[in-house]
């Protein structure tokens, strides 16, 4: 079984360039959520997706945005990045559909810095 | 809204003390809730869970029981490790949207030899 792989592990952007990080989901599992954890806090969810839709956001602005892909892979990108995006962008998968309770599997992270 | 509170860290121990972790939350609903743990330079690891009122889930030798009385989900391990510290995560599943977590800001704790 392959876990959650997420490229690359480290990037360093200037504060107004875009970048896209990637993340493929674990073996079988159909959604991916992605989340934004800044240095000594807990992850703050980004987005989810489903079958290649948008399924649920966080309090992130319109120039966080995502894709998914047939094969649940997925990518997240940010436009005019600021200082202030400087963090560990984890990426999570889980088997879709009502339950809730269905566990996150999480990626080792992509370490996002900007200067 | 749903929010979790966690202890504020560090907490250190030395090797085969007793460890218990605080975590209360407020949510709406009847969330599931998640202890997740983040090793040095790892991502997080799901550590164990509860899905509904008074059930206790384990794991390694942690549990934590759902309490909707008090609202919380305390994490305990009796005898603990040098290889235990971590970052540790309590979690409530959003009720109105399901597969997000609210994560509260994580307890780190170290075990001294």
């Known amino acids: 079984e392959t876990g959650v792989t997420q490229s690359p592990t480290h990037l360093i952007k200037t504060r107004g360039q875009q970048v896209t990080l990637r993340c493929s989901s674990q073996?079988?599992?159909?959604?991916v959520s992605w989340y934004q954890q800044a240095l000594g806090q807990g992850p703050q969810f980004i987005f989810q997706?489903?079958?290649?839709?948008?399924?649920g956001r966080g309090n992130f602005p319109p120039r966080f945005s995502g894709l998914q892909f047939p094969n649940y892979s997925s990518e997240l990108n940010v436009n005019a990045l600021e200082l202030d995006d400087s963090a560990l962008y984890l990426c999570?998968?889980?088997?879709?559909?009502?339950?809730?309770?269905?566990?996150?599997?999480f990626g080792n992270g992509t370490r996002l810095t900007v200067t | 809204g749903d929010s979790v509170t966690q202890m504020e860290g560090p907490v250190t121990l030395s090797e085969e003390a007793f460890l218990t972790i605080n975590c209360t939350y407020t949510?709406?609903?009847?969330?599931?809730l998640f202890w997740y743990v983040q090793y040095p330079g790892e991502g997080l690891q799901l550590l164990l869970k509860a899905t509904k009122a008074d059930d206790k889930g384990s794991n390694k030798g942690f549990e934590a029981t759902y309490r909707k009385e008090t609202t919380s989900f305390h994490l305990e391990k009796g005898s603990v490790q040098v290889s235990d510290s971590a970052v540790y995560f309590c979690a409530l599943s959003v009720t109105d949207s399901w597969g997000k977590l609210q994560f509260g800001a994580g307890t780190q704790v170290v075990v001294t030899p």
């Open positions: 949510a709406t609903g009847y969330p599931s």
């Open positions: 073996s079988g599992h159909n959604t």
């Open positions: 997706y489903y079958r290649e839709e948008e399924n």
């Open positions: 999570a998968s889980s088997l879709g559909g009502a339950a809730s309770s269905s566990p996150l599997h």
